[in-house]
């Protein structure tokens, strides 16, 4: 997927599909949710899969509200794998049983993350590790995909620490970490405090993730300072949000913008919003529109794009670089010769082609 991602300028990298709006919870920041949705047909899911593979997405997100409430998820999931595309899920958890992470298994599941938000339910967020954490114990035992336990910090949140409480019982578990900045319950960025920063540093430098790092120093550490970021969104093209209309947005914070219809998006549409310019784009917080971005930018400049990754990680700390990281370092920005490999890089990856 990531080579395929590198080669074609024009294709999606990701998009979230969302199957049902409706969600069991009501978490004060989340404008992401109502209580009354039915879930999108499923034969309406699986035709905007078929247009997803026919463009040539490599993930396929499936999001919500609460996707857990789509009867016929286990179906969707089956299929997003069948079209050959990479099966992810974003779940609050609640609903999950043994029983249901077996079923998940063998729809072909390949990734699931879940979000706790603190340690005790409170009136921001009843997504808490008290209530979910039998839940992570069976996925412990029971999940043959890869789990990812996502904290945040920010808007509304309450005890900042309770980001890395959680973070650390998801590494004891043997999950992934991730940590998000929220905005507050106005839909507004504002900087963290300085106990907030160190908490956000400390669950960046538990992940032991190299690219954790990287889109801490790349996106987080400005957001965090109440900074903008200089980047080039590339939602609508390399990123879909495809709403439960079957609308394509630019993500979750921007919908009603391009507002077109997935069954006609075509490569004109991502062609222009690969180049379209967002206004949002300097405070966003959404990372995997950060992550998507970060894939062209290694396509374009990978010399440059690797010395910002990691140069001045979080909690001064250096990331433990795995072997590969450590060889595209050398080759890229290390290496006398690096001119040579770059230039073999940009063939491989179809680079200065307009595809």
Same mark, same amino acid.
């Given at each position: 997927?990531?080579?395929?991602?590198?080669?074609?300028?024009?294709?999606?990298?990701?998009?979230?599909?969302?199957?049902?709006?409706?969600?069991?919870? @009501?978490?004060a920041?989340?404008?992401?949710?109502?209580?009354? @949705?039915?879930?999108v047909?499923?034969?309406?899911?699986? &035709?905007?899969?078929? &247009?997803?593979?026919?463009? /040539?997405?490599?993930?396929?997100?499936?999001?919500?509200?609460?996707?857990?409430?789509?009867?016929?998820l286990?179906?969707?999931?089956?299929?997003?794998r069948?079209? #050959?595309?990479?099966a992810?899920?974003?779940?609050?958890?609640? !609903?999950?049983?043994?029983?249901?992470i077996?079923?998940?298994?063998?729809? /072909? !599941?390949d *990734?699931?993350?879940?979000?706790?938000?603190?340690?005790l339910?409170?009136?921001?967020?009843?997504?808490?590790?008290?209530?979910?954490?039998?839940k !992570?114990?069976?996925?412990?035992?029971?999940?043959e995909?890869?789990?990812?336990v996502?904290?945040?910090? #920010?808007?509304g949140?309450?005890?900042p620490?309770?980001?890395?409480?959680?973070?650390?019982?998801?590494?004891?578990?043997?999950?992934?970490?991730?940590i998000?900045?929220? *905005?507050?319950?106005?839909?507004k960025?504002?900087?963290?405090?300085?106990?907030?920063?160190?908490?956000?540093?400390?669950?960046v430098?538990? #992940?032991?993730?190299?690219?954790?790092?990287?889109?801490?120093?790349?996106f987080q550490?400005?957001?965090a300072?109440?900074?903008?970021n200089?980047?080039h969104?590339r939602?609508?093209?390399?990123?879909?949000?495809?709403?439960?209309?079957g609308?394509v947005?630019w993500?979750?914070?921007? &919908?009603g913008?391009?507002?077109?219809?997935?069954d006609?998006?075509g490569?004109?549409?991502?062609?222009?919003?690969?180049?379209?310019?967002?206004?949002?784009?300097?405070?966003?917080?959404?990372g995997?529109?950060?992550?998507?971005?970060?894939?062209?930018e290694?396509?374009?400049?990978?010399?440059?794009?690797l010395?910002q990754?990691?140069?001045?990680?979080a909690? &001064?700390?250096?990331?433990?670089?795995?072997a590969?990281v450590?060889?595209?370092?050398w080759?890229?920005?290390?290496?006398p /010769?690096?001119?040579?490999?770059?230039?073999v890089?940009? /063939?491989?990856?179809g680079?200065?082609?307009r595809e």
């Amino acid at each position: 997927m990531l080579i395929r991602s590198l080669r074609f300028r024009y294709r999606p990298v990701a998009a979230h599909l969302i199957p049902i709006r409706r969600c069991n919870l @009501s978490c004060a920041y989340c404008n992401e949710y109502d209580d009354r @949705s039915a879930p999108v047909p499923t034969a309406d899911v699986l &035709r905007r899969i078929d &247009r997803l593979s026919a463009l /040539g997405t490599g993930v396929i997100t499936l999001s919500g509200g609460e996707p857990l409430l789509h009867p016929d998820l286990d179906v969707i999931v089956r299929y997003i794998r069948q079209r #050959g595309a990479i099966a992810t899920l974003i779940t609050n958890g609640y !609903l999950l049983t043994r029983e249901r992470i077996e079923r998940l298994n063998r729809a /072909g !599941l390949d *990734h699931l993350q879940i979000s706790i938000d603190n340690v005790l339910p409170d009136a921001t967020s009843k997504k808490s590790l008290k209530v979910l954490d039998q839940k !992570l114990s069976w996925l412990a035992h029971c999940a043959e995909f890869d789990v990812t336990v996502n904290s945040v910090v #920010g808007g509304g949140i309450n005890v900042p620490e309770d980001a890395l409480t959680i973070a650390q019982r998801a590494r004891s578990l043997g999950f992934s970490t991730t940590i998000g900045i929220i *905005h507050d319950g106005t839909g507004k960025l504002r900087e963290l405090d300085e106990r907030q920063r160190v908490v956000l540093e400390h669950v960046v430098a538990l #992940g032991k993730s190299v690219f954790d790092f990287a889109n801490y120093n790349r996106f987080q550490k400005n957001l965090a300072s109440g900074l903008p970021n200089d980047w080039h969104c590339r939602a609508g093209s390399r990123y879909l949000y495809i709403c439960e209309d079957g609308l394509v947005h630019w993500c979750s914070q921007q &919908r009603g913008y391009p507002g077109i219809p997935l069954d006609g998006y075509g490569a004109d549409d991502l062609r222009r919003e690969f180049h379209a310019v967002k206004r949002c784009a300097p405070f966003c917080t959404v990372g995997c529109v950060h992550r998507v971005a970060q894939v062209d930018e290694l396509r374009d400049d990978p010399e440059a794009t690797l010395v910002q990754w990691f140069t001045g990680a979080a909690h &001064r700390q250096q990331p433990r670089l795995p072997a590969p990281v450590r060889l595209l370092m050398w080759a890229f920005v290390r290496n006398p /010769g690096r001119d040579l490999f770059r230039k073999v890089a940009a /063939g491989m990856s179809g680079g200065g082609r307009r595809e």
